[in-house]
């Protein structure tokens, strides 16, 4: 590793905007190959290598291929003890973990024992001291309407209550081009009121503007990707105020954004526009697994691609603190982690 890779992987992170099943790495995708041969999955059918790209479809059909490799308790545990230590492998030192529960028939899981199994991955890793500190947002996938997304929203209600406080919030994601936002408002409001955050993904096609700004009236506590809610890509200057007035930080994940071509380069991502006003913008991954990159790149990439020096990242990496769900306690925690590395990292 040459210095400065060194340096970001050293950078104490946060990590607010990542999906489970995105971020299984080559090594425990190749222990789920081997726990059912049967299904004749490939590694290149569950990842998305360096320099190639894939259309936003085509990156809906790797997750469903992965869905087929993860479908029991075991499996679940096995994917999420796996993801979280390699986040803590990276330097992250808290992780927002999402994931959408989903029920299989055949195995015996549903979605309760689901998000039970994301919680018992949680406190073992805690148990063995693994220097991360995981909560978790419970997915609702915007294709399966208003009926699912009520059903989720009253089981992240139960966890909330019972997780001793894992179970932080709600994230709307899922293929953009299918279903609309609206019919999910009540569901979203009902969560909100209940005392879950919120992170929506908004406007990740051009095609979103009209949803995104009805959405942004709840208002949502972060903003996943919004790749096109500015005006230099078809997006407004109203719906920009709305994001600067309610002061609403965004999740930007370069490397996915260029893979999934929803952006034309690193150069021209939209980090730029946001990170040149001064708004709240957080460095994330999506899918590490799914696009074959971890944060300590991204931020390397986001560094190297926008000059920012190690004070600048530095910088970047700690207002990211500011951003996340857990309660003020554990970001005046992460406050001192990051003072106490400060001088040796900081060189
Ligand atoms: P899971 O929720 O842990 O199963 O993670 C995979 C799921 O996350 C996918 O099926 C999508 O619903 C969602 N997801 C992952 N990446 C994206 C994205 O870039 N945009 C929208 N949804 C996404
Ligand atoms: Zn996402």
Known sequence: MDDDAVFYQELPKVELHAHLNGSVSFQTIEKLISRKPHLNIEHSMTAIGKGQRRTLDECFEVFKVIHKLVDTEEDILMVATDVIREFAADGVK?????????????????????????????QQCKEEGVDIDVRFLVAIDRRNG??????????????MLSSD?????????GDPTVGHGKYLIPALQKAKNSGLKLSLHLSEV???????????????DRIGHGTFLHPEV??????????????IPLELCLTSNVKGQTVPSYSKHHFKYWYQLGHPSV??????????TDLSQEYHLAASTFSLSHKATWKLSHQAIDCIFAPEAVKEQLRQKWNDLESRVLK
């Open 283 to 292: 460095i994330c991954t999506d899918d590490k697994g799914v696009f074959c």
């Open 94 to 122: 808290y992780l927002e973990l999402r994931s959408t529960p989903r029920e299989e028939k055949d195995t015996g899981l549903t979605k309760r024992s689901y998000v039970e199994t994301v919680i018992k991955a949680i």
């Open 234 to 247: 078809g997006g407004s200057q109203s719906v920009v105020d709305k994001v600067l007035k309610n002061n």
């Open 206 to 220: 051009p095609s979103q503007l009209e949803e995104s700004d009805l959405l942004l009236n709840l208002p949502p």
């Open 146 to 159: 208003t009926e699912v997304a009520m059903e989720t929203v009253k089981l992240a209600e139960d966890f």
């Open 165 to 173: 406080g894992l179970v932080v919030g709600l994230d709307l994601s």
